[in-house]
């Protein structure tokens, strides 16, 4: 099997489109730095694009048709889109599903204390990290303060020129002599993960000085009390903007690709397609690093719920109808992959692993230990995916996470399967995957893309 790189096949036109497409993601990623920001700039571009609210039409007492596109949003964490095909509901939707939540670190409930002089936020890790990676570089936070009245406060602080940043401190290469012989996962442990806020006192207090002049600052300048982080979802992540990678800039280096990179070309692909037959639905759920739990994760009923909606708006809605629905239904379930990286070949099995520049990624199965919590995907299922790909000249590439036995992972894709549609994991693939910076191709971007809308399209 011929194995290459996609560039050198690419025309004038193809390379220009690439671009902007590369262009306009970087901005996603500099504008979505959390689900509830994702989901923000999501509803603003697809109402743009014709997109009404599901609740609108049922407010409206509207029916739905052919052609119409609809959106449902789920706690400001999830959205889920429609785009509805002349076909039955009864015989199944095409349907692309990503997550919109990246590892960080979010700010505990009782968080601000001083120490030396210092004012701290304590946090709690989400999803997999190497903790050591968070130590030392200037971080954000970005997050939602909501007040007792039901009133909120946005925040986002360490992304402007001017803004403040924060970070982690680590021992001094000098005195580090017994830190430096500890295991990786010692080196920097959880607990110790908490962000320096400041180090001026404040004057005329009796303790806590620095705490203090946070807190005034926080009310001058935010209307946040401290008992306003009880109620409060503010999560820490890298601070700045992603950037082009490399002499030949073929590359993309910023924070929480996995999986905006799947989610902004799923959303992408959406809005680029104008007709379809079978109707096209776009999932984009949070809570996939912490194993998809919670109401706004895939495990929640949501999904299903919509689905049984637009059937109703429809007038197909029954019980069996909407069984039928979801069991004809086909998905790709686009998260990434991880990309060979030369450094750790050890790590991975050279035949069958995902090379940045080479396409789209076709996972049949994912997990650990003889591939287990893996979804996987039926040999009819690839094979027809594989006519639709090579048809619309997409290139793809077949991978597995690493090396048998080196560790593992899971997406959503099993949660879907279990209504007995066909699922397969599908994306792009990453360098540095989960840490404060990851690395994607400009070029497996554009094909990713390419090939959902193969797929949105296909019969
Ligand atoms: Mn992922
Ligand atoms: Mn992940």
Known sequence: MKRESIWNKYTKEQLKELETLSKNYRNFLDEGKTERECVSQIVNRIEEEGYVELERIRREKKKLKAGDKVYAVNMDKNVILFHMGSRDLEEGMNILGAHIDSPRLDIKQNPLYEEGDFAYLDTHYYGGIKKYQWVTIPLAIHGVVIKKDGSSILINIGEDEDDPVFFISDLLVHLAGEQMEKKANKVIEGEALDIIVGNKPLEKEEKDKVKAGILKILKEEYDIEEEDFISAELEVVPAGKAK??????????AYGQDDRVCAYSSLEAMLQVKKVKRTGCCILVDKEEIGSVGATGMQSKFFEN??????????????????????????????????????????????????????????????????????????????????????????????????????????????????????????????????????????????????????????
């Not at 750790?344 to 997990?367: E, Q, W």
């Not at 099993?414 to 699922?423: A, C, D, R």
């Open 306 to 459: 919509c689905v049984a909606e637009i059937m109703e708006l429809t007038g197909q809605f029954s019980e069996l109808a909407l069984r039928r629905c979801l069991a004809n239904s086909k998905m790709l379930s686009s998260d990434v992959g991880a990309g060979f990286d030369p450094g750790y070949a050890s790590s991975f099995d050279k035949n069958n692993v995902a090379y940045l520049g080479h396409g789209m990624i076709l996972k049949k199965y994912t997990g650990a230990r003889g591939k287990a919590g893996s979804n996987d995907a039926n040999a009819e299922y690839i094979g027809f995916l594989r006519k639709i790909m090579e048809e619309a000249d997409v290139a793809f590439q077949t991978a597995e996470l690493g090396k048998v036995d080196a560790g593992g992972g899971g997406t959503i894709a099993y949660i879907l399967s279990l209504y007995g549609m066909n699922v397969i994991d599908c994306g792009v693939p990453v360098l540095n995957m989960h840490a404060p910076y990851e690395a994607t191709s400009k070029a497996d971007l554009y094909e990713v893309k390419r090939g959902y809308e193969a797929f949105l399209k296909a019969e």
């Open 244 to 253: 082009e990678a490399g002499f030949d800039r073929s590359m993309i280096l």
